[in-house]
Every structure is written in C-alpha cells, then in structure tokens.
C-alpha cells in the first residue's frame, strides 16, 4: 500500500483511491449545517466509482478535480451512497449515466418522510426513484467489484457502510454512521434516531476495522485514519477555512481557519 503525504491518495492491490474531498468535523454555530462531507474516488480496471457526492456547494471542486486528472463527469461508472443526506447525494445528478447505488431501506424510508422539514433532498430522491440507472441494494450485497455494502442504521434506517476489499488490507467507508473520531471513540453520535442502534453500528465499523492490521477507515466526515496500538491515528493533514471580505472592496479579504491549532484570524490579500 502507498499513501501520499497530504493523505488523499491511497494505492492498495488494483485500486487506487483517490479522496476529492476531507470531510469535516464541524456545525456552523449560527448559519445552519456547514455539510462538509467526505468525497472519494475510486478506480478499479475500467470502473470509476464515487463514495458519496456531496452537495452544491462542492460541485465546483468536483468540476475541478475532474479536469486537474485528465477525466470527464461521465468517466464514472458507478455512485455510491451511504444514505440520502443532502450534503452525501444530492449531486448524484451530476453523474446521470451512472449506476447509482443506494440502499433499499433508505430509499424506500426517504420517500416517506415530509418536506420542507428535514435534510432528505426530497425532489431528488423522489426523481432518484425512477432514475434508469438506480441500482437498490440490501445488506451484505457487492455493489462494487471487491466492495460490500453493510446496513448501519442509526443516523438514518437505511444507511450503509461500504467495506473494499484490497487484498492485503481494507478500507471502510462509513458515511455518517460514525462521523468522525469523537463518535467513533465515544460510541454515540450527534443526529441519531436511536442511541443504541448507533452504538451497535458503530462497534461494527470497529469490527470491519480491526479484522486486519493495516486497515483504513474513511469517515463521513473526518480525515482517514488507522489503528496504532488500538488507536485510532489520522492520515494526512486537516485543510479547512473561510475567506471573508470584510473590509472595504474586494481585494482584501479575511482568511479564517477552521483548524484547533489556529493562530488569529489573518489579512490576505486577494488571490
């Protein structure tokens, strides 16, 4: 296995991971949902596929990472999604060749639930529905050459849990069963319909996860990480901040980090 120094490129057996997108341990504090979920590509022979697709605010970067590796859009065969959340499917209209893989249990519980009210993208599920290319799984299937799918319901009934199997070790791909490493320690979770549902999804990702040395698991919204000594250790560097304009035209702007280790807000100039 190789593994680039910024943690976003992983080579194990005949794939080659490459993560679009880090996701992101945090809520804003008084603008709603901040969404920054993990996005991952994988390549496998002549298959693309994509872990989760994030939401609106990152189709730009995906538009950009695509053109940066030489690849078009409708180079991927196959979207993956972990649950219906916004911030994890709504582009998967991005991709409309695409097979589009979702659990039944969370399409079928998606379609249920009201508008207006919740972070279900309701229109796109209700057109994801009928979409030629949608591809409705259950427990346990292969939904990728290599790669099963595992129910884990807790943050919502129907998510999945995408284990690869790369030969000399694996990589778990966990959505928002378990978000991050506080929840992956703690064994509780913000945004559960039910605690002990939860925990039990989670003592199963510990489980997928530690069945091999080696082993990586990719959060729905952290950074990779392994085992070392039965701790959990990180791959590869937090990115995260805003750019603000809060001075008097546009060519100064105010970059804010979002990391625990931050100095003071600091003046940049525009880019």
């Given at each position: 296995?190789?593994?680039s120094?910024?943690?976003k490129?992983?080579?194990?057996?005949?794939?080659?991971?490459?993560?679009i997108?880090h996701g992101f341990?945090?809520?804003?504090?008084?603008?709603?949902?901040?969404?920054?979920?993990?996005?991952?590509?994988?390549?496998?022979?002549?298959?693309?596929?994509l872990?989760?697709?994030g939401s609106?605010?990152q189709?730009g970067?995906?538009?950009?990472?695509?053109?940066?590796?030489g690849?078009?859009l409708?180079?991927?065969?196959?979207?993956?999604?972990?649950?219906s959340?916004?911030?994890?499917?709504?582009?998967?209209t991005?991709?409309?060749?695409?097979?589009?893989?979702?659990?039944?249990?969370?399409?079928?519980?998606?379609l249920?639930?009201?508008w207006?009210?919740?972070?279900?993208?309701?229109?796109?599920?209700?057109e994801l529905?009928?979409?030629?290319?949608?591809?409705?799984?259950?427990?346990?299937?292969?939904?990728?050459p290599?790669?099963?799918?595992?129910?884990?319901?807790?943050?919502?009934?129907?998510?999945?849990?995408?284990?690869?199997?790369?030969?000399?070790?694996?990589?778990?791909?966990?959505?928002?069963?378990?978000?991050?490493?506080?929840?992956?320690?703690?064994?509780?979770?913000?945004?559960?319909?039910?605690?002990?549902?939860?925990?039990?999804?989670?003592?199963?990702?510990?489980?997928f996860?530690?069945?091999?040395?080696?082993?990586?698991?990719?959060?729905?919204?952290?950074?990779?990480m392994?085992?070392?000594?039965d701790?959990?250790?990180y791959?590869?560097?937090?990115?995260?901040?805003i750019r603000?304009?809060?001075?008097?035209?546009?060519?100064?702007?105010?970059v804010i980090?979002?990391?625990?280790?931050?100095?003071?807000?600091?003046?940049?100039?525009?880019?």
């Open positions: 296995m190789s593994v120094k910024d943690g490129k992983f080579s194990i057996g005949d794939y080659e991971i490459d993560i997108v341990p945090g809520k804003s504090v008084c603008h709603g949902s901040l969404g920054f979920s993990t996005i991952a590509l994988i390549r496998h022979g002549d298959r693309l596929a872990v989760d697709v609106f605010g189709r970067l995906l538009m950009e990472h695509f053109a940066e590796r690849l078009a409708s180079d991927v065969t196959d979207v993956l999604l972990t649950h959340h916004y911030d994890h499917s709504i582009n998967w991005m991709f409309p060749d695409a097979r589009i893989v979702i659990g039944q249990t969370e399409l079928d519980w998606s249920e639930q009201p207006g009210v919740t972070v279900v993208p309701e229109l796109y599920v209700r529905k009928t979409w030629p290319t949608l591809c409705t799984v259950e427990d346990g299937a292969e939904v990728f290599g790669i099963t799918a595992h129910m884990a319901a807790g943050h919502t009934p129907g998510s999945l849990v995408f284990v690869l199997d790369g030969g000399e070790r694996d990589i778990v791909f966990t959505g928002d069963a378990c978000k991050n490493r506080a929840e992956l320690l703690s064994r509780a979770a913000d945004m559960t319909y039910d605690a002990a549902v939860t925990r039990a999804s989670i003592d199963a990702i510990w489980s996860w530690s069945r091999r040395p080696g082993n990586i698991l990719m959060p729905g919204h952290d950074l990779p392994v085992l070392e000594n701790e959990p250790r791959l590869g560097k937090r990115e995260a901040a603000a304009w809060y001075g008097e035209d546009l060519n100064e702007t105010t980090s979002l990391l625990p280790d931050a100095a003071a807000p600091a003046k940049a100039a525009a880019e």
